[in-house]
């Protein structure tokens, strides 16, 4: 199909995320400070709408110098994004797993020009 | 005709998102592997819980309670004398499963109960020809420290659902709830119910101290042999029990303790020789996935073959009596694929085991995670995801799949 026009770069600026489906195939955008990234829409544990969900820091649980926990907290600086259906969370810049697994979201070319957000199907 | 490609904005889902939007890319699943002649049958879902416990309780017969019921809820009578855990309230992993919370989408049809029309959506989503459904209000009820309030709410929901629920959609089936800590009122239950249209079974809660082979439940099980209708045993989490309590996250929690009540409870059931006693009786064993079946037949015949004398009843093996029993595939753990078609064998998955989606709870399974697994035949696919629970169920075949089954 090539490179299809999806939205405005200025919608994309305003609300952060795009999830389009472009003759079926279903594509996350995600403005990610000044980066632009894009995700098949599509959880590769069940299939599920993964870039239909929530962002969300990923968490990490802090130890004091002795090894003991202090709880579990948000992790400044990440952001991920969580497959609505089972919670499986996804780095949402490198599209990894969260946790102890290879899992990893399909990326798919994105860029932005002319005022458009372009992605290639 | 364009060459233009067809664009259209998806959207966010939340905890108002409805259930068609949620569950879109299971009709797209479906259709990507031309499910569309599979009969498919869900023996275990859990729509419209807190927001149905209203209309429960108009269906409790003794006033007294009634009325105080009334007064739970800041007056909505939510929550009313149920003996929940906080834990079934973490389901949403901290937000993140948003429908985990429950399901709030908007529902303008006032013809039907709010759970009909949820759950015609999932049906429809999922490709269903059948849904027996459960609220999980009710699991956490056999532990209710007042024992009359477990026949009391019981009773209740029964006749919620066969007089107000079941009338509107013959697609939904129910397994009702045996409140097992009065043998006496579940032999009336049975004795109640059985018969009434869309009565499939009889479900006995997992979570609750209650050994199944004391003599006093022989009636119950009789009863149920003798009218052909399956007993279900239904897991749920405990985090009271003295093991449990010692884990400190939901996760660890539920991994175990949805296992343990069901391992305790199948152990008591073969190891007293119930099936010997109701070979006919049909014996279900509901959400405690599949893994513990294999461990506990493998470990059940070690001990029973070094300690005879203390299983006398039986005749086979212990595996081989639980070969014999049926189960629901979910929460079907699939990180091992090796070890699950160990499994599928182990459980004469063929005729035996049952799709269960559990919707809408976190951990749901969608049918194609049957329909995807690499070891199985088509034949077997057909039967785990219908076939076998339409002749458990006694289920009428629908016209356009009856030449495939």
């Known amino acids: 199909m090539g490179e299809v026009l999806v939205a405005s770069q200025a919608a994309l600026a305003e609300e952060g995320r795009k999830v389009v489906s472009v003759d079926g195939v279903e594509i996350g955008i995600f403005l990610v400070g000044t980066e632009i ?85 | 005709m364009s060459d233009q490609p067809k664009i259209s904005e998806l959207p966010i889902i939340d905890a108002y998102t409805h259930s068609n939007d949620i569950l879109a890319k299971v009709q797209q699943q479906s259709a990507d592997r031309r499910m569309e002649d599979y009969l498919i049958v869900d023996v275990d879902s859990h729509i419209g819980d807190a927001e149905a416990w209203p209309e429960v309780l108009k269906f409790i017969e003794n006033d007294a309670t009634r009325e105080a019921a009334a007064f739970f809820g800041g007056g909505t009578g939510r929550g009313a004398f149920i003996n929940n855990q906080p834990g079934l309230q973490m389901q949403h992993v901290g937000g993140r499963i948003p429908h985990g919370a429950a399901l709030q989408e908007k529902i303008d049809d006032k013809s039907v109960p709010r759970v009909v029309t949820l759950a015609r959506r999932a049906m429809d989503s999922m490709g269903l020809s059948y849904q027996v459904f459960f609220p999980s209000a009710l699991l956490f009820l056999g532990m209710h420290p007042v024992r009359e309030m477990e026949v009391e709410l019981a009773l209740a929901y029964n006749r919620w659902i066969v007089e107000h629920v079941l009338p509107h959609e013959p697609r939904m089936k129910a397994m009702l709830y045996l409140p097992f800590n009065t043998p006496e009122a579940a032999e009336a239950m049975v004795k109640r119910f059985i018969g009434a249209k869309g009565v499939c079974g009889f479900l006995v809660t997992s979570t609750r101290y209650a050994p199944v082979h004391a003599n006093e439940y022989m009636r119950v099980y009789s009863m149920l042999e003798e009218a052909g209708m399956p007993i279900g045993f239904h897991a749920h989490h405990n985090w009271n029990n003295e093991y449990t309590k010692q884990l400190n996250r939901f996760l660890s929690m539920h991994a175990i303790s949805f296992v343990l009540s069901n391992l305790v409870h199948m152990t008591n059931w073969v190891i007293n020789g119930l099936p010997e006693r109701f070979p006919k009786l049909k014996v279900m064993w509901i959400e405690s996935g599949l893994a513990w079946v294999p461990f506990l037949m493998q470990r059940l015949d070690h001990e029973y073959l070094m300690r005879v004398s203390e299983a006398p009843l039986l005749k086979r093996l212990p595996s081989e009596y639980m070969q014999e029993m049926f189960y629901t595939v979910q929460p079907m753990e699939a990180t091992n694929m090796k070890l699950l078609e160990g499994t599928f064998e182990a459980i004469k998955a063929d005729t035996q085991l049952l799709y269960a989606s559990d919707w809408p709870h976190w951990d749901f399974d969608v049918p194609s995670r049957i329909y995807d697994l690499p070891f199985l035949n088509e034949q077997s696919k057909r039967n785990i995801l219908g076939g076998n629970a339409a002749k458990v169920f006694n289920l009428e075949i629908p016209e356009r799949y009856k030449s495939k089954y």
Not at chain 1, 55 to 67: H, P, S, T
């Open chain 1, 37 to 121: 990234v894009a995700w098949l829409n599509h959880c590769p544990h069940q299939g599920g709408p993964v870039c239909q969900g929530r962002l969300m820091k990923a968490v990490e649980e802090r130890l004091d110098d002795d090894k003991k926990s202090l709880g579990i907290h948000y992790k400044e600086g990440s952001l991920n994004i969580v497959c609505p259906w089972h919670g499986f969370e996804f780095d949402v810049r490198t599209g990894k797993y969260a946790g102890a697994s290879s899992l990893k979201l399909k990326s798919v070319p994105v860029s932005i020009r002319d005022g458009g957000v372009y992605v290639r199907v």
